[in-house]
């Protein structure tokens, strides 16, 4: 009986597993749509290039900054959120493209 009643115990106290989330983030007239993310730690975004043009994914945020490069049409790209933190996604060849992003823990 004690036996199990300790198991109980640390089983109750052992932290739930929370599951990565996949956000989708559509390419289409020069926008991102949504154009705000938030998300965790862990989750990952996937942009989709619903367009009839090339876009890019790039991060100018110092501590963040990463270029995924050009995607053309039809093809998606996959950015893992690695730590907190908030930062802007731009298109290289869209100035008016942003995505704001926060990543909480």
Do not use: W
């Not at 089983?11 to 154009?35: C, F, H, K, Q, W």
Request: proline share 6%.
């Amino acid at each position: 009986m004690r036996r199990c009643l300790g198991l109980a115990l640390l089983v109750t106290s052992l932290p739930l597993a929370v599951e990565a989330a996949e956000i989708t983030v559509r390419m289409a007239g020069a926008n991102y749509e949504p154009a705000t993310v938030q998300a965790r730690a862990g989750d990952q975004i996937v942009f989709v290039n619903d367009d009839g043009v090339d876009h890019d994914v790039f991060v100018p945020t110092a501590g963040f900054g990463v270029d995924l490069g050009k995607q053309a049409p039809g093809t998606t790209s996959v950015l893992p959120l690695a730590k907190p933190g908030r930062f802007e996604v731009e298109c290289v060849f869209h100035a008016q493209m942003h995505l704001e992003v926060l990543v909480v823990e």
